[in-house]
């Protein structure tokens, strides 16, 4: 059992930062891969980011690429996403999640947290 629980998450102006957290219950937060989600009003969850267990390996959506930079501590059982030149369309809930492969498929996934909202004014 995986508990995950996000913060960092506010209101930032167009082209500002945030940096997300997500921190892991239990010991073995280094077995799991974790993704980034986030889903907007009125659209599909889409996939951010995803980083390997050990750190070695990471994927990004195109929309964020560039951009946002996922990183993981296994020491302090916690993963984090960097945001930098923010735009309004990357307002959203965003959500972690934990699963056994470092994918885009969010059936991958079988910890998720409750999210954090993330707000962009232009």
């Known amino acids: 059992q995986v508990l995950l629980v996000e913060s960092g998450g506010g209101l930032v102006q167009a082209g500002g930062s945030l940096r997300l957290s997500c921190a892991a219950s239990?010991?073995?937060?280094?077995?799991?891969?974790m993704g980034w989600f986030r889903q907007a009003p009125r659209k599909e969850r889409e996939f951010v980011a995803t980083i390997s267990q050990s750190g070695g390996f990471t994927l990004y959506s195109d929309s964020v690429k560039g951009r946002f930079t996922v990183s993981r501590d296994n020491a302090k059982n916690t993963v984090y996403l960097q945001m930098d030149s923010l735009k309004p369309e990357d307002t959203a809930v965003y959500t972690c999640?934990?699963?056994?492969?470092?994918?885009?498929?969010?059936?991958?996934?079988?910890?998720w947290g409750q999210g954090t909202q993330v707000t962009v004014s232009s």
């Open positions: 239990g010991r073995t937060f280094s077995s799991y891969a």
């Open positions: 999640a934990a699963g056994p492969m470092s994918t885009r498929q969010a059936l991958n996934y079988g910890y």
